[in-house]
């Protein structure tokens, strides 16, 4: 006896769902201090050419597959392929996401558990203490938090907690209902810090950074980490937007959606940095180039303004959100799997693939103490591979997501008939004027743009 298959409410229940899946520390960690390192302007500008014509292509491409079929990745590739050039194959992709899902959850809850004892900390007065001398936060963080083995281990367990118990109660009342809840109360708080980044000093510079375009700083490098960036914040290339996609009704636009939900991302990317940055202009502090600067360098200038110990609270709790809605569909990638093709009930499905998870991330939050740490926390670093932290994120960063992205805008641009994904893509939708734009993103800009991204991992482990 199989459960009936979940369904979101509606239309807002999945783009607040799915924007939530794509913002996350991707946005809130990673964007500003890649930003900061590769110059600004100008390497924004390129992120948001590579979310426009890579993103948002293969999202629509993503969510046309899991709507078609009712499936998740797996299923969805099998059932599409099976009269295709290419045949059964194909859903090694599916298989490939799940995989993917596993791996990145597996370290991304160790990150995201970071914010609940950060937010504990701020709330109760020691996070002040600690970010009045900047020297005295790094060596907790980096020599007494990241070192305690139990810390890393609860806080992971308690975020992989929360993470099951939102996909235990399915899609509608779970995954949807902590999105309903948890995504206004992100952008509200996101809108406070941006006010309140605006009235300090270093606000002006923080937008001229951003927004005024520099190229000639701008190298190859900075180009295909921005593209690889796009995927990693879009939750694409494995089958996330997918299994979302195959909980929604047949009667909305499918492009549509997949334009707002990038746009959306892209806009709270955008605000980050811009409250990063103003805070950081705003002291006179040097900021160390480097992937710690949430939880190093931001407190410490945040404990500075008035009302800091409470801002800092509201920030680490923005942040812990924003992952919470990720790691919910990470999971619900790997559950659905086993719901769709083990046939098992959602209950035992979130229950077992949650507490294997996390058992799997013990292993990465334990990597952490002492030797290299610090240099492997590189959410979708290319030279990072130390540790078993840093070795689930080079994967799966470099990996499984570009190649997985790669094979889905190949298979829906070359493999599946136009006449298919066209009908598709204009179900709810009406006449598609752009469908020809789509159709020759897919084909061409896609694989090509992310195939330079394969290519250069290949060529930068040879030559290293
Ligand atoms: N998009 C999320 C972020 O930016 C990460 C993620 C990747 C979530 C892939 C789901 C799938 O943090």
Redesign the pocket.
Known sequence: MTEPRGQWSGRLGFILAATG???????LWKFPYITLENNGGAFVLVYIGAVALVGVPIMIAEILMGRRTQMSPVGAFKAMAADRPGGAAWQGVGWLGVLA?FT?LSY?SVVAGWTIHYTWLALNGHLSELASDPAVLGNYFGNEFLASGPQQVLYHVLFMGLTTGAVFFGVKGGIERVAKILMPLLFFILVILVIYSTTTSGFGEAIRFLFHPDFSTLTTGSVLEALGHAF????LG?G?MLTYGSYIGRDFSIPKAALQISFLDTLIALMACIIMFSIINTSNIEVNKSATILFTTIPTVLVKLPGGGLLNALFYLLIGFA?LT?TI??LEVVSSFAIDELGWTRHRATLTMGSVITVFGVLNALSLGGHGALSSINLIGRESTQGVFGTMDYLASNWF?PVGGFLIALFCGWVLSKATTRQELEEGHGTMAGYGIWSFLIRFVSPLAVGAIIVSVILGKEYQ
């Not at 990693?232 to 939750?235: D, G, I, Q, V, W």
């Open positions: 899946s794509a913002i996350g520390l991707g946005n899902g990145i991304y990693f914040t879009l939750s494995m996330a992952a990720s569909s990470l997501l």
